[in-house]
């Protein structure tokens, strides 16, 4: 029997409040997050994923409260991130009642980061998050990707979107899994907030390259999404904020749904 496929809302946390926008940008308030991480927990969210995601940009440490307030609203599996900066940063959180911490900034700056957390609290509990954005242009040495719109390569960015690295980031999954990463959170920047789709292209080409979970992000505007992220994007897990955070279609729906279409979800 195929392992389940999970169905994670995501709360982008800045100033207390939930917030949402497009692309990286043009923010709106969402929400309470120890509301909605209730409110996803009691309908049936697989898991939760919390994003302080000024925190990296602005060098403040995570909301300490606020994770501690979610963690006991919920009785799901719950991933932190934002402003992890060091094993200390990581321990904080997870002893703040998180599963598992998410790296991204700190990881591309000094990737030994993600063997030593590995080490530490084993790779189950290090998630590795990118943020991609596709780049047409034709630099030597990236890995070219041909999509519906031409040959490109996908570049990570850090700082929550507002600094290009130049990095591959299908280079960099190869290399974050040879140093431990125990999941992906693969963010699609041209996607995000758009609600017209995953990028499907970047979610394949890393699923079919790495051996472990690959959480698609950036794009879900309705069902129909989620079952393309899982088919045609191969993605372990599908991850999604505003279709959620204003009911356009609750968790049972979507999840009702793809069980109709043959989807392996659990309860």
Excluded at 63 to 71: F, K
Aim: net charge neutral; proline share 4%.
């Amino acid at each position: 029997m195929p392992l389940a496929k999970r169905i994670i809302p995501c709360l982008d946390v800045t100033g207390g409040c939930v917030v949402k926008g497009v692309n990286f940008l043009q923010l709106k308030n969402a929400g309470d997050p120890v509301e909605l991480a209730k409110r996803y927990s009691d309908a049936g969210a697989d898991e939760l994923v919390f994003l302080d995601i000024t925190a990296s940009s602005d060098n403040r440490d995570t909301l300490r409260d606020i994770v501690e307030g979610v963690a006991n609203a919920i009785n799901i599996p719950f991933t932190v991130g934002g402003g992890i900066r060091n094993e200390s940063d990581a321990r904080l959180v997870l002893c703040s009642g998180a599963d598992k911490t998410s790296v991204n900034t700190a990881a591309v700056e000094n990737p030994k980061l993600i063997s030593k957390l590995a080490d530490l609290f084993g790779q189950q509990c290090v998630v590795v998050a990118i943020d991609a954005k596709r780049n047409y242009t034709k630099p030597k040495g990236k890995i070219s990707v041909e999509t519906a719109k031409g040959d490109c390569w996908f570049e990570v960015y850090t700082y929550g979107g507002r600094k290009p690295t130049g990095i591959d980031a299908i280079q960099w999954a190869l290399k974050a899994v040879e140093l431990g990463a125990g999941e992906f959170l693969l963010t699609s920047m041209d996607c995000d907030g758009t609600e017209n789709g995953f990028d499907l292209e970047l979610t394949r080409v890393i699923s079919e390259r790495v051996n472990v979970p690959v959480i698609a992000s950036g794009g879900a505007g309705k069902p129909e999404h989620f079952l393309e992220a899982f088919t045609k994007g191969k993605a372990d897990a599908a991850l999604a904020a505003s279709v959620f955070h204003y009911n356009k279609y609750p968790v049972p729906v979507v999840k009702d749904y793809l069980r109709k279409m043959g989807v392996t979800i659990r309860p």
